[in-house]
């Protein structure tokens, strides 16, 4: 009786430490500025808040490219450009915003043009949590920034 006690203290301890791993990011605010025909390349932005512990973002994909790529943008004599970084971190019980003029991601190689009311499936890959799915819309930033004028 006393083995198979323990086992079940084991098992339950297993199943604890299981569910214990890291919640999933959660992501708000997506979406992929609106392209014009010919492009090769889209900006994708949101917020991604962590559901507890520390994480890191170490890549993304979509069918909807060939490449997915982590940007920053450096600011360098005067001028500002973008460069790929392998990873974001995510802080414990904090968030990370990708927006325009900073963090974002780049869709590189794009199989079609992004068109404003579409949406795009996009994979998000954290080194601890795992793969999370979302839909991102497609926005004409254009007609975005009218609206709040």
Do not use: N
């Not at 090769?40 to 170490?58: E, H, P, Q």
């Not at 601890?128 to 254009?142: F, L, N, Q, S």
Request: glycine fraction near 10%; avoid cysteine; hydrophobic fraction near 50%.
């Amino acid at each position: 009786m006393v083995p198979l006690f323990r086992a079940l203290i084991g098992l339950s301890l297993a199943v604890g430490a299981a569910s214990a791993a890291a919640a999933p990011p959660i992501v708000t605010g997506a979406w992929i500025r609106a392209t014009p025909p010919g492009a090769v390349t889209a900006a994708a932005y949101l917020t991604i808040a962590s559901a507890g512990s520390a994480d890191r973002l170490v890549g993304a994909a979509t069918p909807a490219a060939g490449t997915v790529e982590i940007h920053t943008t450096v600011a360098d004599a005067g001028s500002q450009h973008m460069m790929r970084v392998a990873e974001l971190a995510l802080p414990a019980g904090g968030s990370v915003r990708l927006e325009p003029g900073g963090q974002h991601l780049m869709l590189i190689d794009l199989k079609t043009p992004m068109v404003p009311g579409t949406k795009v499936a996009l994979s998000l890959r954290f080194a601890e949590a795992g793969t999370v799915e979302i839909d991102v819309p497609v926005v004409d930033a254009r007609a975005q920034a009218a609206a709040q004028h």
